[in-house]
């Protein structure tokens, strides 16, 4: 009876991580279809192309030594394609805890679940560095971004690792539950370094630094994106409980979904409200960006807070991100989907706010965490980034960026029966 116990908890922990992953893998639709509808129609294809071959760059490299480099392990995931039910039961049935203890599942399983989220930080920089950049200067920085610089302070935060062998940010009382930092603020420092290579797209800021502004050709897609990542987001949260099969397992899973959602709705509200006081308009960007900015505030720790209080991060992460695209815009840095701000600043946000709730861990040990992941992805990004300028460029030339991105790196339009002729 215990053995059909354990196989039924094995079974059901490892389904949950699968649908987490599927969800978190829809995400990848989620930010094409918003970076889809927040660039010109003239650029649309080509970031389409860029957010397809991400991913599968991603799902390769990190297969072929990202995961190795992050957990440990052969290279190529040898090794996790078959399990040893015998000894797989001596293992639940020695641990504490028992049924109740800890999680255990298949290793295929939580590699999938983790690769999703490498294409998910790589996704942040497709959007910020959108509608100049080459297509293959771009896919390059990808191979490198998910084979190493992501796993590496993947290693030093969930791999458990040491810090260049110095420090365990574990010890100084560092937790990212589910990525605000490890995840999302590692790719918008990524992209970060990217744009200040890049510069600004031309026309974006005036003589005297007016900013002008760029409307995004296709706002239901954008809108359709954004709702599309806010469902992924319950596997990106949910699935980093990484076990179901107990009563305090799916009430903490059930608590991370209505947390998640809360933050996200009131990330939604702060940013909508702060608009109408700073525009006196409802603006559509800023709303949308805001619920992502509650997501991505809560997902540090979502399962600590009580409804009202991811509610209230939610919603500072909705005000913030408004100020930090103004912010931004201002320093000439171009982040056409404002995304920089969104999983940058507001994932910094997302990180502090965890001490508030979480007595397991520190403002100290948060900050130490976000300056490492911060600092090596900044710097390894900002020097790859300048390698590939000196080899190949970044840059297409202007007639290109004029005519758009989509002719010179594609050979196709999105919409080629509204092209002038």
């Known amino acids: 009876m215990q053995d059909q116990i354990f196989h039924l908890q094995y079974a059901m922990d490892t389904f949950y991580f699968l649908v987490c992953g599927a969800l978190v893998m829809w995400m990848a639709a989620g930010f094409a279809m918003l970076e889809a509808g927040l660039v010109r129609a003239k650029n649309t294809t080509e970031i389409l192309t860029k957010n397809v071959a991400l991913f599968a760059i991603s799902c390769i490299m990190y297969l072929v030594c990202g995961y190795s480099i992050m957990y440990g392990g052969e290279w190529f995931l040898t090794g996790i394609q078959d399990v040893d039910v015998a000894s797989t039961l001596t293992d639940f049935s020695g641990r504490d805890g028992g049924f109740e203890g800890g999680s255990i599942y298949s290793g295929a399983s939580d590699f999938f679940f983790q690769v999703v989220f490498v294409a998910t930080a790589m996704s942040i920089v497709s959007g910020a560095v959108a509608e100049r950049m080459k297509l293959w200067s771009f896919l390059i920085f990808a191979v490198v971004m998910t084979a190493f610089i992501y796993p590496m302070e993947g290693n030093w935060t969930w791999g458990g690792g040491s810090v260049f062998g ?174 920089i701000s969104v999983h940058g600043v507001v994932g910094l946000w997302g990180l502090l706010a965890v001490p508030l709730t979480n007595d397991g861990t520190t403002f100290g040990g948060q900050i130490a965490g976000a300056l490492t992941i911060f600092v090596w992805v900044f710097v390894t990004s900002l020097v790859v980034w300048l390698i590939i300028k000196a080899i190949m460029g970044v840059r297409v030339s202007e007639e290109e960026e004029y005519e758009g991105v989509d002719l010179s790196e594609c050979g196709m339009e999105a919409y080629p029966e509204f092209s002038k002729k």
């Open 166 to 339: 110095m420090f365990s940010l574990g010890d100084l009382g560092f937790t990212d539950f589910a990525g605000s930092g490890i995840v999302h603020m590692a790719g918008a420092s990524a992209a970060l370094a990217g744009v200040l290579v890049l510069g600004a797209r031309k026309g974006k800021y005036g003589p005297n630094g007016e900013v002008r502004a760029i409307p995004g050709a296709n706002l239901p897609l954008a809108t359709l994106g954004t709702f599309i990542l806010w469902m992924g987001w319950f596997g990106f949260n949910g699935g980093s409980v990484l076990k179901l099969g107990d009563i305090a397992s799916a009430n903490s899973v059930a608590m991370v979904f209505l947390n998640t959602n809360a933050a996200a709705a009131g990330g939604a509200i702060g940013a909508l409200i702060l608009a109408r006081i700073l525009f006196g308009k409802a603006d559509l960007t800023m709303l949308l960006n805001g619920a992502l900015a509650g997501l991505v505030a809560i997902t540090a720790g979502p399962d600590t807070p009580s409804a009202l209080g991811a509610t209230l991060i939610g919603l500072v992460g909705g005000l913030i991100v408004v100020v930090s695209i103004l912010t931004l815009d201002k320093l000439k840095i171009d982040d056409p989907v404002g995304a």
